[in-house]
């Protein structure tokens, strides 16, 4: 994770200070400043646009130079600070040192020809005076870039590192076909065969519905709440004739969420662990309640027990719960929800919230 | 040993109880079964109260599972564990030499059970299951499922309580007695709770990949940190992601939060 924050910045040594873009802003400035200056240049164009742009170039290369260099500053002197002076200095000891230069031999020094002071005054001045502001420019500009990109680099990794664990998570689910479920229901339904009982070919039913939506179930993206209520039902019906002396339920829906999509296995997550962690663990065991309905721009899917209620470890329920967690946030980003609460006297109740319009998550 | 033997048949399933009397009418029709248990406890008061001379238990049953009534019961009975498919139970079932049946049963599975109970019957007085693996079982029926990382925190939000996922968890700072949680409600805004458990008893129980102490009173979630901002003589403080809170880093923490 924090290697990311190390990598976030941006390349060094010569790459960085003279950088293409670094080298056009540099030159478009001093084209600019050589352009306003025009009018009051007493001497030819191209001296003007050499002069100027060879002291933008210099102080470029200190404005880089004391970007990386020295490498530690004490803690009191900002680099930043270093950087605008170097520029704020750079730009007229450069004018200076062009007309030094260009002094032909014999002639007096140039600060005693009135043309060429003049020239030279204009020139630092100026520079002077808009020098620093460029760099402080770039510097906000740079800090701004540096700040995205690692804002980028962070997402991209969060993203990337939540597809691979649900990823993960959506394969082990879908490995995991409860054969202790499978086999107690065989043996229930082959106890009713055996007996005769008429109710037989019904739970043989609920058995088919349940293994037909069930199976296939977590390689599709979304189903309807009309698809998991029939999964659940089938379920519950089952579960009711393995337990028929400890579970009682009951199913309530507004028809009109019945044709909502919801990622596969919503509601009957939330069954399945109140089964498996209220009802069944209890001996008086209690009753399962689920309920669907609209509330305001939002789905609510309720499935309520009084079964034992969830142990203080806190760790002994979950992982169904978890992933659905998981895969409601990829579904619908932050605009769905999974809530958990204890009843009184004992109990639990789940609840998923749904956007009734579907946002890109 | 009286003429006609006594069962218990202990099961949570009503069907699967009254197959197993059926079928044990058929293959041992002498056989009297004076008893069915619905869970582990009536399971045990009908043993005092009838003393049955075989004992048939479902291993996982509410409340008291059958390997503590087998426990109970010891050498006082014969026993038979049923278990449905559960390749970990019934490996050990093979390997412990005791006798098992798993569910469905099969009718000649059933019958070799019987066989060797009734030549049990006669001969022999009955042996206590291996208390190693009686423990064995029992360990694995209580960590179902399986234990891990701390998945939820019981909290108290104003009158109601909370079960809070620790993947909503931004922070984690001791108070006192009590612990504080910053964590993020269904509408992701900031929030806080309260729970009894000291931090330092939560810490074990955290998922080390997630969440890293910074300071003796304090553990944060990695995924909740917007930077770590430098301090004096190696310590640190931490902002968060739209939160407020700033969470100090010591000296003896710092090295979770150095580049690596």
Known sequence: MYTALANAAPERGWRLLIGWRRLRVTLLTAIVLGLLLLPIWRSDTPTLFLRIGGAALFAMLVFGLFEQWPKRLPAWFARWALQVAG???AVPAAFFLFYWLSTEPGHPPFWQVQDRLGGFAILGVTGLLLAPWVALTALVRQKEAIARHQALTFELERSELSR??????????????????LFNTLANVRALVESGSPQAPVVLDSLIAYLRAAVPRLQQHTTTFQDEINLVRAYLELMQMRMPDRLRYTIRTEPEVLAVDCPPMTLMTLVENAIRHGIDPSEEG??????????GHRYVATVRDNGIGIHESGSACGTGLLSLQERLQLAYGKSASLQLCENLPHGVTARVWLPAHRESA | MSAVPKALIADDEPLLRQELALRLGDVWPELNI???ARNGREAIAQFEALRPDVCFLDVRMPGISGVEVARHIGSRAHLVFVTAYDSYAVEAFAQGAVDYLVKPILRERLSETVTRLRSRLTRSQPAAAPESLLQQLATYLQAQPTRGPLRWLRASTG?????IPMESVDFLRSDE??????WR?????ATEALIRTPLKDLIEQLDPEQFVQSHRSVVVALRAIRCVLKGDNETATIKLIGRDDVLPVSRRHIHHFRQM
Do not use: C, W
Not at chain 1, 164 to 181: G, I, K, N, T, W
Not at chain 2, 159 to 163: C, G, Q
């Open chain 2, 159 to 163: 009158a109601s309580l909370r079960m």
């Open chain 1, 87 to 89: 520029v704020a200095i």
């Open chain 2, 34 to 36: 004076v008893a069915q």
């Open chain 2, 185 to 189: 409600d269904e509408n992701g805004a």
């Open chain 2, 177 to 182: 007695k009590y612990t504080t949680v910053g």
């Open chain 1, 164 to 181: 691979q664990a649900s990823d993960a998570r959506l394969r082990l689910l879908q490995a995991q076909v409860e054969p202790h479920f």
């Open chain 1, 286 to 295: 209690g009753l399962v309640e689920v309920d669907l309905r609209v509330e």
